[in-house]
């Protein structure tokens, strides 16, 4: 089975991308470690540590680094409200959506993604899948609300591990949008990777279907409502990303 990160480089090498777009960096785990040309970070707090905090600065990132990585310390909303032009005829070739995990807010980062991200580009959105009510835990504004009611003995058999409500904005585009195919990988907690393209699962739900349902609803139709495939299913996809470049 792939790492999330052999998911997300077998894409970026599929695509031939030119530009990285990571939404959701914290420590950096992934976004240092992707090969791409040119590479874009988004993420309200920076968490990096030592040769990662230093490397952000930009005379050591020009010097020692080719300058071709950039950092936005701010929300996605923000970026996308004063960044978006940048892309006017340079678009995102593949972006990892992994920031706030609320289906609100990932759904809002697909929208703004879709908006730059180039006409055989690839989204990939990280936590689609998650294996119980407790790792689901909706949040209004933030994973502290997660942490709180952990500390209060609230969430039975809590670990840590947190991926919200991401499953809902899949199931929202699959039943608004025709011009997107979306497979989730059963690889880490659930990665979908979504392109341009004819939709091929459409679920033909009403948003206030969609903001009634819970996990228990989820964990009932899985499979279908995420679209879920195994994680070698990836390379049955590489080979169509690589054609159509």
């Known amino acids: ?77 923000d970026f996308f409200k004063h960044h978006k032009q940048q892309f006017t005829t340079e678009k995102v070739d593949v972006a990892l ?23 055989n580009g690839v989204m990939i959105i990280d936590d689609c899948n998650p294996p119980s009510a407790v790792v689901e835990t909706p949040v209004v504004d933030s994973i502290t609300e997660v942490w709180e009611k952990a500390k209060k003995g609230e969430l039975a058999g809590w670990t840590g591990r947190w991926t919200g409500d991401v499953w809902k904005a899949l199931v929202r585009l699959q039943s608004e949008r025709n011009d997107l195919n979306i497979v989730t990988l059963d690889a880490d907690y659930g990665m979908a990777v979504i392109v ?27 499979a279908k409502w995420l679209n879920l495939k195994d994680s070698d299913y990836l390379d049955e996809i590489l080979p169509l990303l690589n054609k159509a470049k």
Do not use: C, W
């Not at 992707?34 to 930009?58: E, M, W, Y």
């Not at 992994?98 to 980062?109: F, K, M, N, R, S």
């Not at 609803?217 to 899985?222: C, E």
């Open 196 to 222: 341009k393209g004819e939709n091929k699962n459409n679920l033909g739900f009403t948003l206030a279907e969609i903001d009634k349902l819970t996990y228990s609803d989820l964990d009932t139709n899985r």
């Open 97 to 119: 959506i992994d920031g706030l995990h609320t289906y609100a807010q990932v759904y809002i980062d697909i929208m703004n993604v879709l908006d730059i991200l180039s006409p």
């Open 1 to 77: 089975m792939r790492t999330r990160l052999q998911v997300i480089q077998d894409i970026v090498d599929a695509v031939q991308t030119k530009v990285y777009l990571e939404i959701g960096v914290e420590e950096g785990v992934v976004f240092y470690r992707v090969k791409a040309p040119k590479k874009i970070a988004v993420d309200p707090q920076f968490l990096f540590q030592g040769r990662s905090k230093l490397r952000k600065n930009r005379l050591v990132n020009s010097l020692f680094y080719g300058n071709h990585e950039y950092f936005y310390e701010q929300t996605s909303n």
